[in-house]
């Protein structure tokens, strides 16, 4: 069975400072992995998505992500924090063996941005 | 920029009163999905939905869940009996997975409230 652990369910960074969210997951075939972003109020929107072209995936709001094999991660980073990236981040794997397959997020982390 | 939209955003109905959740996918996308959020807790599946059939749905989807295609656009879900642990929020999500990796996009949710 797939699943993913996000470690940290809330985060703290200052306004300007490097953003670092962390994602493993476990998978017995080599997953999709994704990141999903919610604003307050608002649905799931995509960040970014592994698909196992590039391990280094970039992202929108210049959030980036990159693929460990070997240590089975895919953490989210960001160079800069700014005040709007204050929300609640979720890594989520999916099966690609199946085209509809369900996708099974984490316990999401929220993120706080420091003025 | 093609959406999921999902009506109504705020549902509030009184426990064992049956209640329709609406969604309309992208227009081109094939495969369709439920999932809900309870509060402070993490986004889990609730069934997914190709060819006007159910491919998998989760232990939650028990026999009070029913999803349909009534037509060409619009995709339900209905609670037959709500119950209070039924208060959610609901998110409708289709994707166009004939091209492998692609990702589930998500309306903004419908918050079901049971009384």
């Known amino acids: 069975a797939q699943s993913v652990t996000q470690l940290g369910s809330h985060v703290s960074v200052s306004e300007g400072a490097l953003v670092l969210l962390r994602c493993n997951y476990s998978s017995s075939v080599p997953p999709y992995l994704f990141w999903y972003v919610q604003y307050p109020n608002q649905g799931l929107q995509l960040l970014l998505k592994?698909?196992?072209?590039?391990?280094l995936v970039k992202g929108i709001n210049g959030f980036e992500a990159e693929f460990k094999k070997s240590e089975t991660s895919f953490h989210l980073t960001k160079p800069s924090a700014h005040m709007s990236d204050a929300a609640e981040y979720f890594c989520?794997?999916?099966?690609?063996?199946?085209?509809?397959?369900?996708?099974?997020f984490g316990k999401g982390t929220r993120l706080h941005i420091l003025p | 920029e093609p959406e999921v939209t999902q009506t109504p955003s705020h549902q509030v109905t009184q426990m064992g009163q049956e209640v329709i959740l609406r969604c309309v996918p992208i227009s081109n996308h094939l495969y369709f999905y439920w999932y809900r959020q309870i509060l402070g807790q993490k986004v889990e599946f609730l069934v997914s939905f190709y060819n006007n059939e159910i491919s998998e749905k989760s232990e939650i989807f028990d026999d009070q869940f029913s999803v349909e295609r009534p037509d060409g656009s619009n995709f339900t879900l209905k609670i037959r009996s709500t119950k209070l642990e039924d208060s959610a929020m609901y998110f409708c999500?289709?994707?166009?997975?004939?091209?492998?990796?692609?990702?589930?996009?998500f309306g903004d949710g419908t918050r079901l409230s049971i009384l």
């Open positions: 999500a289709s994707s166009d997975q004939d091209r492998a990796g692609q990702p589930q996009h």
């Open positions: 592994y698909t196992s072209a590039a391990t």
């Open positions: 989520a794997v999916s099966d690609r063996r199946n085209r509809d397959d369900k996708i099974i």
